[in-house]
Each structure stands twice: as C-alpha cells, then as structure tokens.
C-alpha cells in the first residue's frame, strides 16, 4: 500500500532501559549526566537528571534528543558556518551539541537518547551506552563532528588548515 509507511518505536520500557544504561555509564566514567530519551517524533519518554549534573544540560539533552530523532543523526554533525542558523530556524528546539543519538534498528528511527553535562566526547560515549540497551542499535560509529564545539571555534581557536 503506497499511503501508508510502516514505523518502529520505543516503548516507555524500552526508554527505560536505554535510560539505566546511558546512567549506569555516566556513573562508570564519573560524570553526572541529564539524560533524555525521545521517540519517533521527538516527544520526552524518559529523562533523568543525575545529582551533580548541569542545571542548563536539562534543556540542552531534550533538544539533542529531539533533534536526533527527527533528523535520524547524531547531532554535532552540522558545520559550523550553519549551525546557528538552523537554531533559530528551528526556535531554538534544533541543536548541533554533541551527545544526541539516534536509536536506529534494521533502518527504523526508534527515537533518540542524548545525554549532557559532560564534554562532546562524554556526552557521545553516555548516548551510544544508551542506545546499545536496545539489540541491534546502530551506533554511528563512522560520525565525524563539524561544529563549533568540535572545530574549537568555541574555545577561541580556529584549528589550522591541514597541509
């Protein structure tokens, strides 16, 4: 039937699962985390915010959620010269932080974890903990980050041209 699309997507316990892996690998590496998980369309199934995290990573990890849900990538991959523009394009629900990651299973979005207070790096490494609770969960292990928080342009410095 061509009007209808077939779609997957996460259960609340499925959400729950991804949520007690993504803290159980916050708590391993030390870094408190906020921790989101989305479905499909980017609607809040579950969320955590561990003790000692960031205040502002609450907001911060819904939005790379939500963002990696409906764009079905990790988020950090836009380029840098872009980033803010599709923010507000987006009213400022869109992100390019590193730490969402889709949950994709045989080609299907199930939804998205993100995770935050911590660097890009630790963000990445608590979301893919995450999304590993569901069998088969692709964990993008080819992504290259391009925006700014990757490229250094938040720090102060721009990375030199390699030669």
Do not use: Y
Not at 89 to 113: C, K, M, S, Y
Not at 127 to 156: H, L, N
């Amino acid at each position: 039937m061509t009007n209808v699309k077939e779609t997957r997507t996460l259960t609340l316990e499925g959400a729950l699962k991804v949520l007690n892996a993504a803290i159980a690998e916050a708590t391993r590496i030390g870094q408190p985390m906020c921790i989101a998980v989305v479905d499909t369309g980017g609607n809040l199934l579950a969320f955590g915010r561990m003790d000692g995290s960031k205040g502002l990573s609450v907001t911060s990890s819904i939005n790379k959620a939500r963002t990696s849900a409906l764009s079905g990538s990790p988020t950090g991959g836009a380029h840098a010269d872009v980033e803010i523009q599709v923010t507000l394009a987006h009213e400022n629900r869109w992100t390019n932080l590193i730490g969402g990651l889709p949950i994709r299973v045989d080609g299907f979005i199930l939804g998205a974890v993100a995770a935050g207070s911590g660097s890009g790096t630790q963000d990445l490494a608590v979301a893919r903990a995450g999304a590993a609770a569901i069998p088969g969960a692709d964990m993008c292990v080819d992504f290259k980050p391009m925006g700014a928080e990757d490229t250094g342009i938040i720090r102060g410095t721009t990375p030199q041209p390699k030669v």
